[in-house]
T-cell receptor, first 113, second 114 residues
Framework: DAKTTQPPSMDCAEGRAANLPCNHS???????VYWYRQIHSQGPQYIIH???NNETNEMASLIITEDRKSSTLILPHATLRDTAVYYC??????????????FGKGTLLTVNP | NAGVTQTPKFQVLKTGQSMTLQCAQD?????MSWYRQDPGMGLRLIHY???????DQGEVPNGYNVSRSTTEDFPLRLLSAAPSQTSVYFC?????????????FGSGTRLTVV
């Protein structure tokens, strides 16, 4: 299974961009990168996913390097409510039409006033 | 549209008791899965299902049973509760096969085994 490596914690000033890095050097060519976040003890929330190209939605942007060995989640204007644990996950094909999401420990992003 | 509904939200069990954690989704998702989360840890996959009648084991399946008789429901059974099963349990669902967005998680069941 492709593993991901994230820094355990990061700080960001409110209103500034938050850039969260993730290494996934063993990713296979057809495996997607997903980002989720978990605020306090709530259920994880889907943010964005991508394969090769950069992606953007109303929540964030995802930048994937050309060799696909790393990616960066960008929250363009972080707010206090963005304080959460952010998980970078590689969706692993487990046979047939089966896929699994394997969560690591993620990055605790703290947005400071 | 309720999304993923988990019941109960909180539960205290005595060692050796059995119980079923309920999970229901109303989005006609094919995939459903159960995760547990321990303090300071990420989520670990217990069991998952790719459709009604089909289930498979995840990373930490021991002590848990699942079944999927309908598309909507995916209950998790603890056969004989142990203190090591004290955790927060999350159920998730998603469309299967094609990539059509991420998993939708429930709000969790907080289980304490004493």
């Amino acid at each position: 299974d492709a593993k991901t490596t994230q820094p355990p914690s990061m700080d960001c000033a409110e209103g500034r961009a938050a850039n969260l890095p993730c290494n996934h050097s063993t990713i296979s060519g057809n495996e997607y990168v997903y980002w989720y976040r978990q605020i306090h003890s709530q259920g994880p929330q889907y943010i964005i996913h991508g394969l090769k190209n950069n992606e953007t939605n109303e929540m964030a942007s995802l930048i994937i390097t050309e060799d696909r060995k790393s990616s960066t989640l960008i929250l363009p204007h972080a707010t206090l409510r963005d304080t959460a644990v952010y998980y970078c996950i590689v969706r692993v094909h487990s046979g047939g039409s089966n896929y699994k999401l394997t969560f690591g420990k993620g990055t605790l992003l703290t947005v400071n006033p | 549209n309720a999304g993923v509904t988990q019941t109960p939200k909180f539960q205290v069990l005595k060692t050796g008791q059995s119980m079923t954690l309920q999970c229901a989704q109303d989005m006609n998702h094919e995939y459903m899965s159960w995760y547990r989360q321990d303090p300071g840890m990420g989520l670990r996959l217990i069991h998952y299902s790719v459709g009604a009648g089909i289930t498979d084991q995840g990373e930490v399946p021991n002590g848990y049973n699942v079944s999927r008789s309908t598309t909507e429901d995916f209950p998790l059974r603890l056969l004989s509760a142990a203190p090591s099963q004290t955790s927060v349990y999350f159920c998730a669902s998603s469309y299967g096969g094609t990539v059509r967005g991420g998993y939708t998680f429930g709000s969790g069941t907080r289980l304490t085994v004493v």
